[in-house]
């Protein structure tokens, strides 16, 4: 499994692209601020850096100056808020690989990140298969495909990234404006209802009384909370 820093200030973006890359194997690190990334790369081996510009304090092209002195061979992608040459050219110049415009599209970011670790890391195939394993029901978070009370389904990408989510936080409250922030992202917001209504689906998937569910449990007027099963 390939291990990423992740260096974001904003949350918003940060907790979008971590549930996204988990949801394509990867392990996540994140760091808020280019100090705190530096600490952490100093300390820790990772296979790829994922690095917001803007950042308080030192910016991210001072961080990626930093990183290569220690070293050189790390893939380090910029997230770009400003399209201007001037900024491609001197993160480029200051030893990035690759970088990216926001808002970009996670697909692209995931091709993106797909190709440079099969350059830095030739002999290694993906791997990265995530599942979830509770009561008869299994879930793959890499194909998407879901073992339920109605036999082998497809989730969506959306349905899958929410189904994450909250597996990767059960037995803790999920608020919808989280769920909206962390799945929907730089999308436009659904309504809230649309939220209900894939909790609904899990329930018909993954519980084996959906009237009575033990798993996906409504937290009235906050959000839901995945419980696991003892
Ligand atoms: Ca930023």
Redesign the pocket.
């Known amino acids: 499994m390939h291990r990423l820093l992740l260096v ?3 949350e918003q973006i940060r907790n979008l692209l971590e549930l996204n890359l988990e949801m394509e194997g990867f392990e996540v690190i994140t760091a808020k601020t280019g100090k705190a990334a530096l600490d952490l790369f100093r300390g820790q081996h990772f296979d790829l850096i994922i690095l ?1 510009i ?2 308080p304090g030192m910016d991210g092209i001072a961080v990626c100056e930093q990183m290569r002195l220690r070293n050189a061979e790390v893939p380090i992608i910029f997230l770009t ?1 400003k399209d201007t040459a001037e900024e491609r050219v001197e993160g480029l110049k200051k030893g990035a690989d690759d970088y990216l415009t926001k808002p970009f599209d996670l697909e692209e970011l995931n091709i993106r990140i797909r190709n440079l670790l099969r350059r830095a890391y030739p002999d290694q195939t993906d791997q990265g298969v995530s599942t979830y394993t509770f009561d008869k029901y299994k879930v793959n978070f890499k194909t998407y495909e879901a073992l339920t009370n109605q036999g082998t389904v497809h989730l969506t990408k959306k349905e899958a990234m929410l189904l994450k989510l909250l597996i990767d936080r059960k037995n803790e409250v999920v608020s919808r404006n989280q769920i909206l922030q962390a799945v929907w992202g730089y999308d436009v917001y659904p309504s809230t209802r649309t939220v209900d209504n894939f909790i609904l689906s899990f329930r018909k998937y993954f519980e084996p009384d959906p009237k009575n569910p033990r798993h996906f449990i409504s937290i009235r007027g906050i959000g839901y909370k995945f419980a696991e099963p003892n």
């Open positions: 974001e200030d904003e917001d803007m950042l808020a």
